[in-house]
T-cell receptor, first 113, second 115 residues
Framework: QQQVKQSPQSLIVQKGGISIINCAYE??????FPWYQQFPGKGPALLIA?????SEKKEGRFTISFNKSAKQFSLHIMDSQPGDSATYFC????????????FGAGTRLFVKA | GAVVSQHPSWVICKSGTSVKIECRSL??????MFWYRQFPKQSLMLMAT?????????EQGVEKDKFLINHASLTLSTLTVTSAHPEDSSFYIC???????????FGSGTRLTVV
């Protein structure tokens, strides 16, 4: 119930291409879905987040698509750049759960120059 | 934007000693802070939720006597790894919630190596 399943585990994309990472959740009580970017040896940094009352959110080259009925959400990185190479984590949290965040397993993205 | 400062960024200690890691919210008040542990190439595992002025809530399987958490003020939470052993070597990360919204800010992490 508390799990957030993330795929793929790793992803290689050509520079300029679109990177797509998918996540699925079970608990319908989750009400906040952030994506984090993490570089080696650093803490995660919030990239973009969405609430379940919105189906899509775009910030620059990053877009979250949210499908409430399917309990799935995805991150699209347009015009992927080598500097985007990092590990990406989807997550879910809920107000009723004390706001604690459950993380997906992570996707290691490598963008080839 | 919200900033969370975590210190030290790395520490090496001998088995049996204790290590304290600090997590400070620099420009906002954090009623709740979270402590995570991350093994190489793995996800973040929540260890405990730290609430200002009250006892921390530990996740199942986390030894509260080994990982002491103190959240004495709205801007500071500390994690003390007591009687550290090599298996405690890991990357520890804190995060703080700005109570004005849902947003979380993570610290830069602490690499603990126990020798």
């Amino acid at each position: 119930q508390q799990q957030v399943k993330q795929s793929p585990q790793s992803l290689i994309v050509q520079k300029g291409g679109i990177s797509i990472i998918n996540c699925a959740y079970e608990n319908t009580a989750f009400d906040y879905f952030p994506w984090y970017q993490q570089f080696p040896g650093k803490g995660p940094a919030l990239l973009i987040a969405i609430r379940p009352d919105v189906s899509e959110k775009k910030e620059g080259r990053f877009t979250i698509s949210f499908n409430k009925s399917a309990k799935q959400f995805s991150l699209h990185i347009m015009d992927s750049q080598p500097g985007d190479s990092a590990t990406y984590f989807c997550a879910a949290s809920m107000r009723s759960g004390g706001f604690k965040t459950i993380f997906g397993a992570g996707t290691r993205l490598f963008v080839k120059a | 934007g919200a900033v969370v400062s975590q210190h030290p960024s790395w520490v090496i200690c001998k088995s049996g000693t204790s290590v304290k890691i600090e997590c400070r919210s620099l420009d906002f008040q954090a009623t709740t802070m979270f402590w995570y542990r991350q093994f190489p190439k793995q996800s973040l595992m929540l260890m405990a939720t730290s609430n200002e002025g009250s006892k921390a809530t530990y996740e199942q399987g986390v030894e509260k006597d080994k990982f002491l958490i103190n959240h004495a003020s709205l801007t500071l939470s500390t994690l003390t790894v007591t009687s550290a052993h090599p298996e405690d070597s890991s990357f520890y990360i804190c995060s703080a919630r700005d109570r004005t919204n849902y947003g979380y800010t993570f610290g830069s992490g602490t690499r603990l190596t126990v020798v």
